[in-house]
């Protein structure tokens, strides 16, 4: 197994503020236990460290998984332009962050790192949030039910999602 960024293998303990629950948006999500402040480091995002050409085989993998009727969550995180993070791991606590059109956090890349930072104050209860920021060219495989005022209905990156709202409004695919 290649070496994992950020962490070491085993289950990775979850920080003092956050908590593990049931999601209203997808599976299981994390959640403030306390109140998380602006700016704060809340959780960093670990996996296995992988080339962009092993990031196509298991996103191909995962396809061929969701087409016969299993798991199509991505965990799959762009690092840099020539590795990728696998947080599909028990030791990444942070793979259950769920994706948010209006998110609470964003995630932070640097020194081969990625960290998953408050956007504002986080009241205890809410659920933490941040923009995948996918790419708009597989929009239609990613429905978002975020449930937020400004959802454009697909996970795509925060720059594209007027040109979802444009495509749906028109009727195009
Ligand atoms: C990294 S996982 C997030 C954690 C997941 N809820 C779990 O229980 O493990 C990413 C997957 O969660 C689902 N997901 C995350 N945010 C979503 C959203 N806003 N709307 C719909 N599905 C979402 C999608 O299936 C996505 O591929
Ligand atoms: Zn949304």
């Known amino acids: 197994m290649r070496r994992a960024a950020g962490g070491k293998a085993g289950r990775a303990k979850l920080p ?4 593990l629950g049931r999601s209203g948006v997808h599976g299981h999500g994390l959640f403030a236990r306390d109140l998380i402040p602006q700016g704060e480091r809340v959780i960093e995002y670990v996996g296995e460290r992988i080339t962009k050409a092993e990031a196509v085989r298991r ?5 061929a998984r969701l ?3 299993g798991d199509g ?8 332009q020539r590795h990728d993070l696998d947080g599909a791991v028990p030791w990444n606590p942070a793979r259950r962050i769920n994706h948010s059109c209006a998110p609470n956090c964003e995630a932070q890349r640097g020194r081969g790192r990625i960290w998953i930072v ?3 104050d986080i009241a205890p209860g809410e659920e933490l949030t941040y923009d995948y920021g996918f790419d708009l060219a597989e929009w239609r495989d990613h429905p978002c039910r ?7 209905g697909y996970i795509v990156n925060g720059g594209q999602r ?6 749906l409004a028109a009727g195009r695919k």
């Not at 003092?16 to 908590?19: D, E, I, K, S, T």
């Open 162 to 167: 007027w040109r979802v709202r444009r495509r």
């Open 59 to 63: 996103e191909d993998r995962r396809l």
């Open 67 to 69: 087409a016969a009727g």
């Open 73 to 80: 969550c991505v965990y799959v995180f762009e690092l840099n």
């Open 16 to 19: 003092a503020a956050v908590r």
């Open 118 to 120: 408050a956007r504002r």
């Open 146 to 152: 975020c449930g937020a005022e400004q959802c454009a």
